[in-house]
Structure formats: C-alpha cells, structure tokens
C-alpha cells in the first residue's frame, strides 16, 4: 500500500529536498506552504505531471487550515500516514535589535506551528492507532545559536521539548514523534544567513570542515518515518558535522 506524506514549508529549501527524496521512494507527498502557487510550481519541478504529489496552501499557525489539508489529503490519497513539521522563519536579527512582534512572529510560526501540526494530525493519527510525526528542529536549538536569531534559536529549543511531550502523549496510541536537528546544511537559506566572508570561518568551526548534505536530513526523514521505526520516539537526531556532541 502506498504511504502519504504531509510536508510543511515544501515549497523550497530543505522542505523541497524531503518532499523530492520521499516522492522518489514511492510516497504520495502533500506539499504545504503558505503560497499556493509557489508551492505548485515547486511541485511540478518534481514531476510536471503530479502524479502522487498534492500542493496545498497551509498557515501552519491556524488549526483549521490543519484540519483542511488532511481533508484534502485524504480525498486525494485515501489516508495520512506521516507529518513533517519542516516550515520555519529563519530570522538573524541580533538579540538586542529583536523587538516583541518580531520575537513573537518567529516563535509562532515555528513552535506554535509544529504544535499545531503536532496536536492537529495527532489526533488522527491517534484515531488510526498508527502514524508518524517527524519535526525539525535545529543545532541552533541545541547550542542558544551562533548564526541564528536568538527567536529562532528558543523556538527550535523548544521544538525538542515539544517532541518529547507529543512522543509521550501518543505513545499508547502506537504513534511516534521524533526531531531531527541539523546544523549548517548546503542550503540557499544558510548561505543567505552566512556573509561569504564568513563561511571560512563557519566551516573551520564545524568538525567535519564542510556544510552537511540535506539529502542526508531528508534519509534520516524516511528511515524515522518507516513502519519499522516507531520503537524509536521521542528522540532527537543530531546531523550537525559533529559542532555539538552529546
């Protein structure tokens, strides 16, 4: 049987890479973001014809807006089996310039966000007895950040602690929650956030001495989002050059 997928913040970056890996393994991906015509447009970049792939306009801020794109979902492909929680603002305003709308627009997109989702699609994934919920957090989140807004540092904070209590919440529901926190990938979002004058520096901090592979995140996606793995939850994964050990 065919697995669907509902990816946030798929119209770009990171959110296109997992979307374009997991439509590649055979799932029917549901590609979210806030413009529908960008996220479309993203999708027929995967395959003009859309076969298994589903754009969907989502403000993953709103339960409602949740609640109608797993309608959809489930119109188009019958049944969700995996969320990921991808979309973020990522915002590197320096912690004593940060006012409160800005502090408060970055946290709600990203932590009330993946609760949302989380809260949302758990419910039915808790109705189904199955399901899994993949979020992604960040080193950023790990370490208080050191490219990073300290607001999106805290929300990716308290993504982690988010997943541990979902993972514990739906646990006896057979449903599995995990994050992956990455650090500095190859993506236009990190070299934007990055001057080029300061990569060499980034990259003579990072163990490794390069920038991760994101097809390596959205590997890590597939494997925690497997039947097979949902003895694994409340788990974070660290893909991050090896900055941050623990």
Partial sequence: MTRSVLITGAANGLGLVISRHLWQQGYQVAMADLNLDTVTRSAQEIDPSQQRLLPLALDIRQPQQFSDALAQIRARFGEL????????????TPIMEIDVEEFDRVTSTNLRG??????????????????SI????????????????????????????LTKVFARALSNAGVSVNAIAPGPLDLPSVRAAVPEEKMPALLEMIPMKRLG?????????????APSATFIT????????????R
């Fill in 134 to 161: 993949i979020n992604l957090a960040s080193l950023a989140g790990q370490n208080g950040g050191t490219a990073s807004g300290a607001h999106y540092a805290a929300s990716k904070g308290g993504i982690i602690t």
């Fill in 213 to 225: 592979d994101p097809l390596l995140v959205a590997r890590a996606v597939e494997l925690l989002a």
């Fill in 114 to 131: 993946t609760f949302v989702g989380c809260q949302t699609i758990g419910r039915y994934f808790s109705q189904r007895q199955q399901g």
């Fill in 81 to 92: 089996d995996v969320l990921v929680n991808n979309a973020a603002l990522t915002l590197t």
């Fill in 234 to 245: 409340g788990a974070t994964w660290d893909i991050n050059g090896g900055i941050y050990m």
